[in-house]
């Protein structure tokens, strides 16, 4: 008997228990089912078999054919499970049988772990590699808490490849129950593991461990694994003294890419303590050294949150003192800058104003673009809807780009509903469809 059809007999035996009538012995169950999978099976074989050389091509350099092929193999249901487990568990190592396997799982993954997790649990425990690393990787995707001690008992046996797919598992499995044993592996040597023992933590968001995770922070030297622990923070942690101080350091600016500086000024807002001053002071700095972009702003939207409203003030006087000087009086950054802090203040007429300066002293049509849309936020919160209808005509933006602008501001999509922007809205998409 195919040891698919072994592992799966345990389901089998359910779905015979639930469709034959109640006289049927349960001792008979194992025997009956056994006996329908082997029915069923010159018609699954039949049915798979126009697919296997395709499942056999490298995923990489073929996936837009092969997700094709996947979603249709698929589509034949769960009468195609075992044949599938079958293929997880190859007995040549060759390209073409791991291709089989792992396009096999993929398949495998659009029809429930769950309802074949005991399948799963023995490939994962069996001594064929290739099995291993496939049911890993399903039993992440089986969304059931039995998955968790099974791949933490791996975890202690793992090759640094399996470990990775363990930890890939537990992450999509967001469970915080192993938390204080998995961040122990902060300490690893290899940037990958620690990177994915922090995903972990940002899905989990255990709170229990945030001392730890602290301690290992200033070990930390990876440009790239940095910003996890920041995720990490930003999630357990709330108005929290030592991780703000914790992470000061990183606000210097070789530390840190610039959108994931970013991403540390608007998340100390939450994480450092009201009336913070190491935090306050260090944001300070930035705009009184003249910066007046997405930092300065942010810095100063972070200020005020925690209590200081000098820097908003601050910033509005730097762009003003630029925009002084003779060889910047027509800097659209310095007027998109200033219009984008007067958002930020609710302040949408001068907003408005400002981001109008922009189009007149630009020449980038995608920078005109982008302000198009800036436009049709600040006129919606000033309730000129004649205005936003204006902007929304001339922005060139897709239907799905000003649906985006809805998602995101409650003024765009309440424009959206007045019945001139609504008529011209379906005309808009008349014109889309073709009609």
Not at 25 to 49: F, G, I, M, V, Y
Request: hydrophobic letters at 45%; glycine letters at 4%.
């Amino acid at each position: 008997m195919h040891d698919a059809c072994r592992l799966l007999l345990p389901l089998l035996a359910t779905v015979v228990a639930t469709t034959l009538p109640a006289q049927v012995s349960l001792h008979d169950l194992p025997a009956l089912a056994r006996s329908r999978a082997e029915r069923l099976r010159p018609a699954q074989e039949k049915a798979l078999e126009p697919f296997w050389s395709d499942l056999s091509l490298e995923y990489r350099d073929n996936a837009p054919y092969l997700d094709q092929r996947i979603a249709q193999v698929a589509a034949i249901g769960d009468s195609a499970v075992p044949m599938l487990l079958e293929k997880l568990q190859p007995v040549a190592g060759n390209d073409k049988a791991r291709s089989l396997a792992a396009n096999s799982r993929r398949v495998l993954e659009k029809l429930d772990p769950a309802s074949f997790l005991d399948a799963l649990v023995e490939l994962a425990r069996s001594n064929n590699e290739v099995a291993r690393v496939e049911s890993i990787q399903l039993l992440g995707r089986s969304s059931s808490a039995r998955a968790v001690p099974v791949l933490m008992a791996l975890l202690d046996q793992a090759n640094p490849g399996e470990n990775l797919l363990i930890l890939q598992a537990l992450t999509r499995l967001h469970d915080p129950a192993h938390a204080e044993r998995i961040v122990r592996m902060l300490g690893s040597g290899d940037r990958t593991v620690r990177g994915a023992v922090l995903d972990y933590l940002v899905a989990a968001a255990p709170v229990a461990v945030l001392s730890t995770v602290l301690q290992a922070l200033p070990n930390e030297k990876e440009r790239n694994v940095l910003p996890k622990y920041i995720q990490y923070f930003a999630t357990v942690a709330r108005e929290q003294e030592a991780v703000a101080r914790a992470l000061l350091p990183l606000l210097d600016r070789e530390k840190l890419d610039y959108r994931d500086l970013l991403v540390l000024v608007e998340k100390l807002a939450t994480i450092a303590p009201k009336d913070h001053e190491p935090t306050q002071r260090k944001l300070l700095e930035w705009i009184d050294g003249g910066e007046t972009g997405s930092l300065a702003l942010a810095a100063a939207t972070t200020l005020r949150t925690l209590g200081d409203r000098s820097g908003m003030k601050k910033l509005l006087s730097t762009i003003n003192e630029q925009l002084k000087r003779p060889q910047r009086r027509q800097d659209p950054q310095l007027f998109e800058d200033r219009a984008n802090l007067h958002a930020a203040n609710a302040d949408w007429k001068d907003a408005s104003d400002d981001f109008e300066k922009v189009l007149e002293f630009s020449q980038s049509a995608l920078l005109q673009r982008r302000i198009r849309g800036q436009l049709i936020r600040s006129e919606a919160h000033r309730s000129r809807w004649d205005r936003m209808l204006k902007h929304l005509k001339d922005s060139g933006l897709t239907l799905a780009e000003i649906e985006v602008l809805a998602q995101e501001d409650p003024a765009v999509q309440e424009g959206l509903e007045r019945p001139s922007i609504r008529s011209w809205m379906q005309t808009l998409q008349r014109e889309a469809s073709g009609r």
